[in-house]
DNA sequence: CCAAAAGTGTTTTAAATACACCCATGC
DNA sequence: GCATGGGTGTATTTAAAACACTTTTGG
């Protein structure tokens, strides 16, 4: 999450190609003391945080934090995030929505992971990798990653547009 | 769907105990060529068709449609109006949102028959009736509804506040 | 006794789960 | 040659799907 309290996310001020989804309308009257407030909450993804604090000098101050170790958050924020958590985490179990948290090439182990990390539980990687590949998923790049170990097949996502999908 | 195109829902004016639930808020600049009006679309649930005509004078002109077949409906309400659907279709399937479609007591021929035509497909029967006991959706009144033909044994639904459940 | 809706089981098929070892590389 | 992360297959369990007849009532 990027935190910027004074200066909440626009989306017109992301680079273009970060994927944007509508979360949820907050106007009860009470969630600002001093005027009643209706924000219109958007979910932003992207696999390069630099793109965001780049974008503009309004998010220069902003921070990353962990989803699961936010900081205090002003006003009903905290329930903001926990609303684009809990939506981000049901649609990666149905679309391929984790097209926007990758770069165009990354390894099989890279998916795992943030699959893993988002929900906040282990998988078998055989298992995983069966689903994700009868779902279609992902096209084989065919090159690989080299590294201190052994070389990892890169994959990129066959769609980067966000449609359903039968996975987990 | 309720359809009082001059005299748009409000929330505020149903009976207390209607079902509300945010849907998406529109802002399409264009939606209305006279101004930019952002519309925080909420669909509410009722058994009872009657109670939302006479909540209000602004609704009695209202008319009721087969969602199916729809009449033209002015600016991007039928967006709306199918946006309404798909939602309620989904949570049909994972939630116990049927129980404010529902009266107190109703039997199991009339649950499966709302089930069939929101989700527009024939169900089994047999199938259908396992796996709605299998979830533990309802509560077995004990009592049955006498008619023409065999009686039908009485359910209501276990709870009433809405739940994510697997069931379909 | 007949028409009409209510109610009930079993078999087959597909998907999910659980689980452990070999492989390829850099150092 | 060894440490490290990459990659693979099978057996078991569980759930989904397909399918047809008997029961109960009112008229």
Redesign the interface.
Known sequence: LFAAPSAPLEPHGLTGSAYLE?L??F?DPSRDPLAHV?S?AYMALTDDPARVSACSSKYASGKWYEVTALPPLAYDHALVAGYALSRLRAKLTYTNIAAHLLPASFTFAELEELYASVLERPLDRRNFRRRIMAAGLLRSLGRTRRGPHRPASLYSFAQRSVQMIEML
């Open positions: 509508q949820f309308t106007g209706v219109v």
